[in-house]
């Protein structure tokens, strides 16, 4: 069984930065063979795609609306995938879920939530005015 397990989100003030983590694990895992995704959701709403990156790093692909202020990354020697979030607005107040995706063709971006396998259990970002 895979799992992947979100920390770093928190209460910060609009303008301020955060840091999300995303630790994947599972007996049989392969972290490097996965590309990986952040998605976010508010109740109600569907799960919006953030930003996604390849299975070696190399490739990033990322929503409109964080271009220039969002980051993602990741470390395969610690099956661990970031996303640096700097110039948070309050209308990024979300839950913040990473996931990972059995990569089809290398270096593969999957940007949409059915090209998913396994999710998180999200982390709440709050965002102060």
């Known amino acids: 069984q895979v799992q992947l397990v979100e920390s770093g989100g928190g209460l910060v003030q609009a303008g301020d930065s955060l840091r999300l983590s995303c630790a994947a694990s599972?007996?049989?895992?392969?972290?490097?063979?996965?590309?990986m995704g952040w998605f976010r959701q508010t109740p109600g709403k569907e799960r919006e795609f953030v930003a996604a990156i390849s299975t070696s790093g190399g490739r990033t692909a990322y929503a409109d609306s964080v271009k220039g202020r969002f980051t993602i990354s990741r470390d395969n020697a610690k099956n661990t995938v970031y996303l640096q979030m700097d110039s948070l607005r309050t209308e990024e107040t979300n839950v913040y879920y990473c996931?990972?995706?059995?990569?089809?063709?290398?270096?593969?971006?999957?940007?949409?939530?059915?090209?998913?396998?396994?999710w998180g259990q999200g982390t709440q970002v709050t965002v102060s005015s």
């Open positions: 599972g007996r049989t895992f392969i972290f490097s063979s996965y590309a």
């Open positions: 996931a990972g995706g059995r990569a089809q063709l290398r270096e593969v971006l999957i940007t949409t939530n059915s090209g998913y396998d396994y």
